[in-house]
């Protein structure tokens, strides 16, 4: 069964978190652990019971570094993988929930990347949870070497436009990836708010087995 969900980086309030669920077949939520290196909001991480009890599932995300940082090195890969753990934990992710770790680049991964990546997973496991990636979907290959659950993105130019969100547009989950982004930056008709990312999932709730 496919399940339509959304992400967006600061928490959109109970309100409309309540419309869309009511107005919408939206029943999966990113989920911004916080902080993070390059993610500071903390506004979701006091929100899941309040939205677990409401019936949505999950995609937690946590935004670590990114190629070219000066910092990439499997220490700090351990050290993140160990945060990104704690935040689930305080977050009231239950203990072999999934966390996806933020990968931006399209590829080629460098090697200081890698290795933070890596250890970055390896953290993550030792922990009790179950790492993912969010990555693009040239790398899916690669990141199925390395994890089982992946959310990856595969955008088409559509940015800015506006749709019902009752009659959303089509799009398919990429082979190998339990969810994918297939829309970026669009408005949700009938509720004025921040543009927001569309994604396709392959269970009511990623975060869990």
């Known amino acids: 069964m ?16 309540q419309w869309l ?20 909001d903390t506004s979701w991480m006091a929100t899941r019971a309040g939205l677990a009890a409401a019936g949505w599932g999950f995609l937690p995300v946590f935004v670590g570094l990114q ?7 499997a220490p700090r890969g351990t050290t993140d993988g160990q945060s990104a753990a704690s935040l689930m934990r305080g ?16 590829g080629p991964i460098s090697p200081p990347f890698e290795a933070y990546i890596d250890a970055w997973i390896a953290a993550v496991q030792a922990a ?13 290959g690669w990141a199925q070497a390395r ?32 969810a994918t982004q297939y829309r970026q930056n669009v408005y949700l008709e009938g509720y004025a708010h921040d543009a927001v990312d569309l994604n396709l999932c392959n269970s009511p709730d990623p975060s869990r087995p």
Do not use: K
Request: charged share 10%; aromatic share 12%.
């Open 2 to 17: 496919t399940t339509t969900g959304f992400d967006q980086s600061i928490y959109p309030g109970d309100s409309w978190m």
């Open 21 to 40: 669920r009511s107005a919408s077949p939206i029943a999966v939520t990113g989920f911004y652990l916080a902080p993070a290196p390059y993610h500071s």
């Open 67 to 73: 190629d070219g940082a000066s910092s990439l090195s």
């Open 91 to 106: 977050a009231g992710f239950p203990s072999d929930s999934t966390v996806f770790l933020d990968i931006e680049t399209g």
């Open 128 to 140: 009790g949870f179950i790492p993912g990636l969010y990555c693009s979907h040239l790398l899916i």
């Open 147 to 178: 994890v089982s659950r992946i959310w990856s993105f595969h955008i088409p130019d559509n940015g800015g436009q506006t749709f019902d969100p009752a009659n959303l547009p089509p799009g398919a989950i990429d082979p190998g990836a339990v």
